[in-house]
């Protein structure tokens, strides 16, 4: 094993970058969606408790056991995790997780995230100036079924972006994008955000006043908030918005020191998602959207494209509605803060994979970084060219691992690790006095919390293994199973690399 010797330039870059890695393209385009769906009110209250008794304590433990395996020179979640039990050395294997949901929603997540550089395009030269809301529509559809290389150059440049900045190294490239593209992020959405409240019914062609959307979205229906679909859908929007189970934010928090917080760290870099996600990210498309369609009219094109199609088809022709020059600004600011989260997001995607190759194989930067470039390229051909194969890695890699792995890292945690010796690693260091209250949260509540999500996925895991589907669909499950299999191996091969140096200290 090789100590790499990268560190955080700073706290606010941390900060940023932890945040980044949180805020994502879920925030703007999957959040207001499952609001919408789960009855507005009704879903906050959900969805902020599961904040508390999952999010909360599940970013305790990640950054805990990130800085934890740091310390001994872990900076990806196989070694990290048996550093955590070193009596139980198969713990590693579950680590692989943290490898393998990284690449493999990176082959879906950096082709989204591709279409909004060629939508800054297409807002900047006015492609959508004067179509009807079903001209905009069909653009949509036919730049997703690729009736022009212009998607795959978008996404070629997307994959070389992301390689060049994680190629730069923690400070000097993930941290520096941090620091450009949180602050920019925020100032575009708050801009679109002010727009958003100020829609009135008679102006720029809106047909309702905006303020409908927001007492839509904080107006709780208490006849449907203890409905179980409703707090299953809260629960995985957690997951989804803190990138929580997936093992990059273990990699970020193993570059810290020993004595450095980690309590504090972990609260603010969660509300600051929680802020851009309940504030900004329900503040742009409900709003605008409602504003120009109403409630039902809003629910009606969420039914038929969910939330791509509202940030896709819907708001690039809405943004018309405002004259050439607003709609042009608008596009930009849409889709460059879309193009932001989701860009600090796919960098934290590609260190847990560097992190791994340096540690245990001596691969420097550059290589690393082309390493998984070049692995998330092939394994995103068939995202590009099949909605079929999008959806099975999205399912796979996007959902059912990051459970999975989330229930391992707490039981071993709380249960093996030792709640004892986790809450002092926890409040090491630590700025602020964390709540006892989270000791008995972390050792009982959230495990089963995450037992009950996972037993109730079950069904659509044995649905989903038993159902016919194409050849595509096989292609892409050969390709995880491949990707997995392909990681466990190396990890056995670093041990014995590990062992091997052992024995001739």
Avoid at 117 to 125: A, F, M, Q, V
Wanted: hydrophobic share 50%; glycine share 12%.
């Amino acid at each position: 094993m090789t100590q790499t010797k990268e560190q955080w330039g700073s706290r606010l870059g941390l900060i940023l970058a932890m945040a980044g890695n949180a805020v994502g393209l879920g925030n703007f385009l999957r959040f207001p969606v499952q609001a919408i769906q789960n009855g507005g009110g009704s879903f906050i209250i959900p969805y902020l408790v599961c904040f508390v008794l999952m999010g909360l304590p599940l970013l305790f433990i990640e950054w805990t056991i990130g800085r934890f395996g740091g310390q001994a020179g872990n900076h990806s979640t196989p070694f990290i995790l048996s550093e955590m039990a070193p009596h139980q050395k198969w713990w590693k294997y579950f680590g692989v997780f943290g490898i393998f949901t990284n690449i493999g929603v990176a082959a879906y997540y950096c082709y989204i995230e591709s279409w909004t550089l060629g939508y800054i395009y297409y807002s900047l030269t006015g492609t959508f100036q004067g179509q009807s809301q079903e001209a905009v529509s069909e653009f949509y559809g036919r730049y997703v079924a690729l009736d022009s290389l212009a998607p795959v150059f978008f996404w070629l440049l997307c994959l070389a972006l992301n390689t060049w900045i994680l190629s730069r190294g923690l400070s000097g490239g993930v941290e520096r994008a941090a620091k450009i593209g949180m602050p920019l992020l925020l100032l575009f959405g708050a801009i679109l955000a002010v727009r958003g409240f100020t829609l009135h019914a008679g102006e720029a062609g809106a047909r309702y006043d905006s303020a409908m959307g927001l007492n839509f979205l904080w107006t709780p229906d208490f006849s449907s908030i203890w409905s179980p679909t409703v707090w299953l859908n809260a629960a995985g929007q957690i997951f989804f918005t803190l990138s929580v189970g997936m093992g990059s934010i273990q990699c970020y928090a193993s570059y810290l020191r020993a004595r450095d917080d980690i309590a504090l760290n972990a609260m603010t870099a969660g509300w600051t998602n929680e802020f851009v996600e309940v504030v900004l990210g329900s503040a742009i498309i409900i709003p605008i959207t409602v504003g120009y369609f109403g409630i039902e009219g809003m629910k009606t094109l969420v039914a038929e494209g969910g939330g791509f199609g509202l940030g896709f088809r819907t708001l690039p022709y809405l943004f018309q509605e405002w004259g050439p020059v607003l709609a042009a600004l608008a596009g930009v600011l849409w889709f460059g803060l879309l193009f932001f989260a989701g860009i600090t997001s796919s960098l934290a995607m590609g260190t847990p994979v560097m992190g791994f190759l340096r540690d245990e194989f001596s691969w420097g930067r550059g290589p690393s970084a082309y390493a998984f470039g070049f692995i998330v390229m092939l394994l995103g051909i068939p995202c590009v060219l099949s909605p079929a194969a999008f959806n099975e890695f999205d399912y796979w890699a996007g959902t059912v691992s990051l459970v999975v792995f989330a229930l391992a890292e707490t039981l071993l945690f709380a249960w093996v690790f030792g709640i004892r010796r986790g809450w002092e690693e926890i409040t090491t260091g630590a700025d602020i006095k964390v709540p006892v209250f989270f000791k008995f949260v972390i050792k009982f509540v959230t495990p089963a919390f995450l037992l009950v999500v996972f037993i109730g996925s079950l069904p659509s895991i044995w649905e989903k293994i038993t159902t016919p589907q194409p050849l595509m669909v096989h292609l892409a499950r050969l390709l995880m199973l491949a990707l997995f299999a392909g990681f466990a191996a190396l990890v056995y091969k670093a041990s014995i690399k590990r062992k091997q140096a052992k024995h001739y200290l």
